[in-house]
């Protein structure tokens, strides 16, 4: 069975309007976080890393004040789109690592649908 | 930054033919690198991985190889099955940042399977 969880795996949300997705380890504590962004016919493009406890961590060319990622716990991370637009319609998906930063084994979620109307 | 790949190629095998998916990475950096399965709609879904310091490794029905030379990764499936339709990405682990080492994605390529 799945090993990491993203809820909602649909959501449509208004224009302007905020929505929130949640990533959860249920059967181990994931310290580092990912989440990614992937559009149609397109590869997964890494948004940030969550560190538990800390700020999250951006990519290049992403808007932290536009997608808040928080990481209150070992097993769940938040990430939070505001004033969402049309644009931001995508497949987001998350995935913990187990282990700690130096391990390597990492699950996926499997990813929630954003539609934006 | 560096990235893995650039485009989604297709690649369309004959059902119980071998497949093989080819890759290119820049991050000479890198250690460690993994393909994923991903199906319509899903999750990424680990297939095998390698380690730097190996140039082949073999799972059930599929085999890695490694290049580093030419920064160069392939995945072998053999006797391709219809359930092995879907987009296959290359990916490896960046430790070039001052963060936590993080999984880069590369462009994918979809495998259809001729009946």
């Known amino acids: 069975g799945a090993v990491v969880s993203q809820h909602p795996s649909r959501v449509i949300c208004k224009s302007g309007t905020s929505v929130k997705i949640e990533c959860r380890s249920l059967d181990f504590q994931a310290t580092t976080m990912f989440w990614y962004r992937q559009f149609p016919k397109q590869s997964l493009m890494l948004m940030a890393t969550?560190?538990?406890?800390?700020?999250?961590?951006?990519e290049q060319g992403v808007e932290k004040d536009k997608f808040l990622i928080n990481h209150a716990s070992l097993t769940l991370s938040t990430l939070t789109v505001t004033s969402a637009h049309p644009e931001d319609s995508s497949f987001y998906i998350c995935?913990?690592?187990?282990?700690?930063?130096?391990?390597?084994?990492?699950?996926f979620g499997e990813g929630s649908w954003l539609t934006v109307v | 930054g560096e990235s893995v790949g650039l485009h989604l190629p297709t690649l369309s095998v004959q059902e119980g033919d071998n497949s093989i998916i080819n890759c290119a990475y820049s991050?000479?950096?890198?250690?460690?690198f993994i393909w994923y399965k991903q199906e319509s709609g899903k999750g990424p879904q680990f297939i095998i991985d390698i380690r730097s310091n190996m140039d082949k490794r073999q799972g059930q029905r599929v085999t890695v190889l490694l290049n580093k030379t030419v920064k160069h990764l392939s995945l072998q499936i053999a006797a391709t099955q219809p359930g092995d339709s879907a987009v296959y990405f290359c990916?490896?682990?960046?430790?070039?940042?001052?963060?936590?080492?993080?999984?880069?994605f590369g462009s994918g390529t979809r495998l259809s399977i001729r009946p």
């Open positions: 969550s560190n538990e406890g800390s700020k999250a961590t951006y």
């Open positions: 990916a490896e682990n960046d430790q070039s940042g001052s963060s936590a080492s993080k999984i880069i």
């Open positions: 995935s913990a690592r187990r282990g700690g930063i130096s391990g390597n084994t990492i699950y």
């Open positions: 991050n000479s950096a890198s250690d460690y």
